[in-house]
């Protein structure tokens, strides 16, 4: 007979097997519901909210989850939330409270009702990449009760790959466009992730009408801009703070040129907070070697012109998205590397 040890020892062998055997099988089962749906005019099969993604197999990763977290910034946060004030932007709000009180006192903080009250809420995330160019995805990419794209990623013109459907998009100045409703619906929230304060500043001066101050922006953001004001909101930066600590784990350190999350990777996080099924696409880049390969599905940016970028560390992110992906939280609707 086995002896106990021997059996433990057995069992430790075999977890990596079961686990991949998991993987599999999840995958397996949400491919094939998927390509179920694809391409007709049915809606998103809701059995992907049951099946393996409920089990939560992806806990293990100390993301510090907590389901139905409210998304965005609120003016009662101010009376309540002590733990906010402790770090400045992006990570936290001290020293920005005046420019964010002006700033709420006049804008919406509520998802809508029809998101809200979702039982099961399915996401996808599109990212920017050049992979989703050709993919033929748009139409299931417009199933899902909450897309979200990112700064000014344009929709017309790319719809069969893309979609045209857009719940929320991420954006800060410097990737605002300044008439947001010719790449979006009528009715998608426009989500600035504060960035530094003078983002908060850019859009107090939108929201009152004042005087533009230009200074503080890497990039000049726009002058003006036509979207409605009643569709922004301010996302909360604890969904940036934990992006950084506990997806990417970033450490700071003093003297070095800070290196912050980039859009995608937080909206990805935010979904993993607030979804029931989180799906991406368009994430990744080309192999860095081919410096002129293009990065995205739109415009005629390179890898030399990301790689000048320091801001962000893409590596470091796509490692992440390996491991949700490896644990089952999220799944990509198209082959990568
Ligand atoms: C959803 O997928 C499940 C499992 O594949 C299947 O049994 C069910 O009939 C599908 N429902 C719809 C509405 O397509
Ligand atoms: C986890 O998130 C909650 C808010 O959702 C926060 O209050 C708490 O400090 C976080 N815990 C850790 C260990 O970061
Ligand atoms: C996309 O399809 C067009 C038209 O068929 C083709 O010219 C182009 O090379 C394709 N691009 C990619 C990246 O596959
Ligand atoms: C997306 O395109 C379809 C088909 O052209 C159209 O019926 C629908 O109104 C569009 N939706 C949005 C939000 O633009």
């Not at 977290?69 to 932007?89: I, Q, Y």
């Not at 005046?98 to 700033?103: D, E, G, T």
Request: proline share 6%; hydrophobic share 40%.
């Amino acid at each position: 007979m086995m002896s106990q040890k021997a059996a433990k020892t057995w069992g430790l062998r075999l977890l990596p097997f079961l686990l991949f055997f998991i993987t599999f099988v999840t995958y397996y089962y949400s491919y094939t519901i998927l390509q179920s749906s694809a391409g007709t005019s049915k809606p998103l099969n809701k059995s992907l909210c049951g099946g393996f993604q409920a089990k939560k197999n992806w806990e293990s990763l100390n993301l510090n989850i907590s389901r139905r977290t409210k998304l965005f910034l609120k003016m009662d946060d101010f009376f309540w939330r002590e733990h906010m004030s402790k770090l400045p932007l992006p990570y936290g709000i001290k020293g920005s409270e005046m420019m964010l009180l002006k700033v709420l006192a006049v804008t919406n903080q509520h998802m809508p009702a029809n998101i809200e009250n979702l039982e099961c809420r399915t996401c996808v995330i599109v990212g920017n990449g050049f992979v989703v160019k050709n993919s033929s995805l748009g139409s299931l990419i417009n199933k899902y009760d909450v897309v979200i794209r990112l700064n000014d990623a344009p929709v017309r013109g790319y719809e069969d790959d893309v979609g045209n459907k857009t719940t929320m998009r991420f954006f800060y100045p410097e990737s605002a466009y300044y008439n947001p409703e010719i790449q979006n619906d009528p009715d998608t929230l426009m989500v600035l992730v504060p960035f530094k304060m003078q983002d908060l500043r850019w859009l107090k001066e939108i929201l009152y009408n004042e005087k533009r101050v230009r200074k503080g922006f890497w990039k000049p953001p726009p002058q003006i801009w036509l979207g409605d004001t009643s569709k922004i909101r301010v996302l909360d930066p604890h969904f940036l703070y934990q992006t950084a600590d506990k997806l990417l784990q970033i450490s700071h350190q003093k003297g070095k040129i800070p290196v912050h999350p980039t859009t995608g990777i937080l909206a990805v996080f935010v979904a993993l907070n607030y979804c029931d099924v989180v799906h991406i696409a368009g994430f990744g880049y080309p192999s860095s070697k081919k410096l002129h390969h293009p990065i995205h599905y739109y415009g005629y940016a390179t890898m030399k012109t990301m790689m000048q970028n320091s801001y962000h560390d893409v590596n470091n992110e796509a490692k992440a998205l390996k491991r949700l992906e490896d644990s089952g939280a999220i799944l990509y609707l198209h082959p990568h590397l």
